[in-house]
């Protein structure tokens, strides 16, 4: 069974002492494809070196909403440049984060307005951030014309009607760790109603660790317990549904 995780940050310090562990149980775990997701122009590029240097990796490049203060007017140079290396295979991650709110609103709206267009100008999918700022999120999606680039709303936490407005867009949807968590069930429920053909998974590590692992270090091989998760929703088995979410990953990111 091959699995993919849609969405990590494995240049983080928090796997500063046992990458190459994490890594190999990753692929124990039958991890055999990770998106490594950049945050900013540094950790952009982290991602792209992370990705040249494996295999299994391939990267995406963007600034996300904590960081959109941080970008300035223009998409910096560097970035720019990476999108031709054949690991990026999507921008961002980009969006709105209302919760933290650790960059003005309007700074976050104008970035993410210009990554929208990056993507659309070099033809590469968008990842998509989005924290209690649904509304705002996808009107941007839609007014700057985000369905001619597509891309995924990754750790997705919204209601089935903005489950709705995203595939509408012909975006995929892509569920971290609170799948798995139990009181989440009208999550599970608009997981459970999202066609197969736009489904993913991911960990998000090192954040946001599915049960039984809460609380702890997520890393890419704990990826499993939320397909599995996944896999009662959908009433699935489990190697049905891992090819399916593996031609999702290569029908999306190109690889
Ligand atoms: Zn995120
Ligand atoms: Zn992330």
């Known amino acids: ?134 509304g705002d999120a996808l009107a941007l999606l839609e007014s700057e014309g985000a369905s001619r680039c597509g891309g995924v709303l990754h750790c997705f936490s919204g209601d089935a009607v903005q489950a709705r407005r995203a595939l509408d867009l012909g975006f995929y949807l892509s569920f971290a760790g609170p799948l798995t968590f139990a009181k989440n069930d009208a999550l599970r429920d608009v997981a459970a109603s999202v066609p197969l053909d736009r489904l993913l998974v991911e960990t998000d590590a090192p954040y946001l660790s599915p049960h039984p692992r809460r609380g702890r270090r997520n890393e890419p091989a704990l990826v499993v317990h939320t397909f599995r998760v996944l896999a009662e929703v959908k009433g699935m088995g489990e190697e049905e549904l891992a090819d399916r979410l593996w031609e999702n990953g290569r029908a999306l990111f190109r690889w």
């Open 1 to 134: 069974m091959r699995l993919f995780d849609s969405h990590c940050h494995l240049y983080d310090e928090a796997f500063d002492e046992d990458r190459a562990e994490v890594l190999a149980r990753a692929e124990e775990a039958g991890l055999a494809r990770l998106l490594v997701v950049g945050s900013d122009e540094a950790t952009s590029l982290q991602a792209l070196a992370l990705a040249q240097a494996h295999e299994s990796l391939f990267c995406a490049v963007g600034y996300h909403p904590h960081e959109s203060r941080f970008m300035g007017g223009e998409i910096p140079r560097s970035l720019k440049e990476a999108v031709r290396d054949r690991n990026v295979v999507a921008i961002g991650e980009a969006g709105l984060d209302y919760y933290y709110d650790h960059s003005e609103r309007s700074v976050q709206r104008e970035v993410f307005a210009r990554q929208i267009a990056w993507a659309v100008d070099v033809g590469l999918p968008l990842v998509v951030h989005v924290r209690d700022a649904f």
